[in-house]
């Protein structure tokens, strides 16, 4: 019996993969059987319903002052590393005036945590940036935080929704240690929907392949049993990866642009481009909204907001 046909018993039985059996599945060179454990995986919780949410993004150090033509977003996020609490505030109150209904995340856990200084200094800027129209958190780098499950309790007190752990940088040394790291800080916590499980910032150096990202969805969704959805990002990995993924373990797909430059005609839309590419991976699209909601009862209203 081979090392992968043992995962796949231990997977069979619902047992919790172990440390060894991450190496055994990152090791094998057959990523058609990791895919197809994957997958199976992925199909039990949640058949093919496979999400997605688009995103308009603004500047932290250059807030949008108008929404830009043919936008539809389900999410306003706030990028950009903010200076001080000031501008995070700042930046809130500017996006959550344009966003209306949809909800308006922001920010890494880590940049509030360096801002606060203390875990009850975090909590107050909880508090003022809920107040000020941030609904969640934009990310939990679980790679970055010394004391991740402290900085998660802190911001939720404060009234934040944390709900997406993500991964800034990886080398190959430490692919299962951050999988693991994602699992552990679920069972401190709980409450996370997703896990992002590829690198935000890629290293020109040691740059990532895409037989590689593809195990590393296969190998977060087989041991993340706890965790509902494991993401990719559409604009970051492009949509021939995300398409992959989504055979592989991924079932929820971040990043796709909310604002349609008309260039192209509306068969080659976000919105279209997207779930066709859900559709042609024999899947069903749902688009959901910043908070892992249905997005249907928001798009009316931001349309209205945009003309």
Known sequence: ?????????????????????????????????VGMLADEARRQRHGARTTFVRVFET?????????????????????????????ALAAARAAAALAGPVPVTGYSLTDLARLAGSYPLLTELAEQL???????????????????????????????????????????????AIVLAARDLQDAVGGFRAFAPLPRTISPELPTTGYDDVKQVALARLLLR??????????????????VALTMGADDVDGVAAVDP??????????????????????????????????????????????
């Open 226 to 243: 706890t965790i509902d959805s494991i993401q990719v990002d559409w604009d970051l990995y492009g949509p021939k990866l995300a398409q």
């Open 262 to 307: 008309g260039a192209l005609g509306t068969r080659r839309s976000p919105i279209e481009e997207i779930t066709g590419n859900i559709r042609a991976a024999a899947l069903d699209a749902v688009e959901r909204d910043g908070l892992f909601e249905p997005r249907a009862q928001v798009t009316d209203s931001l349309r209205a907001t945009s003309r």
């Open 130 to 176: 809920r107040a000020a129209g941030l609904r969640a958190v934009a990310g939990v780098p679980v790679d970055e935080l010394p004391e991740p499950a402290a900085a998660v309790d802190a911001v939720r007190r404060g009234g934040l929704a944390v709900l997406r752990m993500t991964v800034q940088a990886m080398t190959d040394d430490r692919r299962t």
């Open 1 to 33: 019996m081979s090392a992968l046909d043992a995962v796949a018993g231990r997977l069979a039985r619902g047992e919790t993969l172990s440390p060894e059996d991450a190496q055994a599945i990152l090791a094998t060179h057959d990523v058609v059987a």
């Open 59 to 87: 500047h932290v150090e250059a807030p949008a002052a108008s929404l830009p033509a043919r936008l539809s977003a389900g999410e306003f996020r706030i990028v950009g590393t903010p200076g001080n609490a000031a501008a």
